[in-house]
């Protein structure tokens, strides 16, 4: 079979397998929002103008009086036709409301990712090449103190320091009132959610890197590449960093739950109005369409992530099969 029948097969099977896991997300996604108190209605509850009556025909229109069951296989059918759902305020399609606050988080996550990897890696190789110096000191006694603060944390004292004291940066949102499109203002914006996210991944990264290019190292061809004459950077770019950042893939993908549970944080800090901004408010105004819709494409986009690392491996690892 060649290469490009593999994969193909490989992929199928993946998604065939990660059916039921959806499903699953679903079902206990779908339960969770009914189960929770006063339900999507409560909020109509403190308004004294309105009446049990405006209750119930809010509840019949929304298909909250039929039972549970029904309900979810509504819910389903919505998601495969496109739309799904509708929210309560508005009765906008759920998708396109998602859509809408989408290219604002992978702008926040995409940056902070990005920086994360380059420098995470960068005081990782540094920390293997140089074991138990005190660089390598100092870069693990940091990655351990950002790991033991929350991330609300770092963006609070940011937010205090950068922001109230010295008053270099803005407090949050995305552009200053008027700049809209405003490439400068934007990045003037992006610093802090950015840092801090940043801050966080790198602390997880730097060690996984580490740890992966101080294994490889220390393998017997390493040493035979510098019997040969090739001189340490030769060695690292030609022989190690091909060998070492295999795990550092499978991370990737692993650590995009974690990615997307520190934006939500960072952009309730900072007033960032992406999709975890949007979960907020949603849970706020008990808007379950929203709240389910975020569930579900939160769970797909971290299972389409782990596919494509699985399938990354793969390729660049000749040890693995697509199997």
Do not use: C
């Not at 940011?158 to 949102?173: C, K, N, T």
């Not at 929203?290 to 389409?304: D, W, Y």
Request: a neutral charge.
């Amino acid at each position: 079979m060649t290469v490009r029948g593999e994969l193909l097969g490989f992929v199928v099977r993946r998604i065939m397998h990660s059916i039921p896991l959806v499903i699953g997300v679903s079902i206990i996604g779908f339960s969770i929002m009914h189960l929770a108190p006063g339900g999507p209605l409560s909020v109509y509850t403190l308004n004294p103008t309105i009446t049990a009556a405006d209750l119930e025909r809010l509840r019949v229109s929304l298909g909250l009086d039929q039972p549970l069951h029904m309900q979810y296989f509504g819910w389903v059918k919505s998601m495969l036709t496109g739309t799904w759902g509708y929210t309560i305020f508005g009765g906008r399609p759920v998708l396109d409301v998602i859509l809408e606050r989408l290219p604002a988080t992978l702008l926040l996550m995409g940056t902070s990712l990005a920086l994360a990897m380059i420098i995470g890696t960068l005081l990782g190789v540094l920390g293997a090449v140089r074991r138990n110096s005190i660089f390598d000191y100092l870069a693990t006694t940091g990655a351990m103190f950002a790991l033991s603060f929350p991330t609300f944390w770092f963006g609070l004292m940011a937010i205090y320091i950068f922001a109230i004291e010295l008053r270099w940066l803005p407090s949050g949102g995305m552009y200053d009132f008027g700049e809209e499109g405003n490439l400068l203002n934007l990045i003037k914006h992006l610093i802090l959610p950015v840092t801090v996210l940043t801050l966080v991944l790198v602390a997880t990264w730097s060690r996984y890197a580490r740890s992966s290019f101080l294994e490889v190292i220390q393998q017997d061809y390493i040493r035979t590449a510098r019997s040969k004459g090739l001189s340490g950077g030769q060695v690292l770019a030609r022989h190690a960093f091909p060998n070492a950042v295999i795990p550092l893939v499978a991370l990737l993908g692993v650590q995009l739950p974690t990615l997307f549970s520190g934006a939500l944080v960072a952009e309730t800090i900072f007033g960032w109005p992406g999709m975890g901004r949007l979960f907020v408010d949603a849970l706020n105004t008990q808007e379950h369409s929203i709240l389910m819709g975020m569930v579900m494409f939160t769970a797909l986009f971290v299972i389409v992530a782990n596919l494509i690392a699985d399938i990354a491996i793969a390729l660049i690892d000749p040890r693995v099969k697509l199997a």
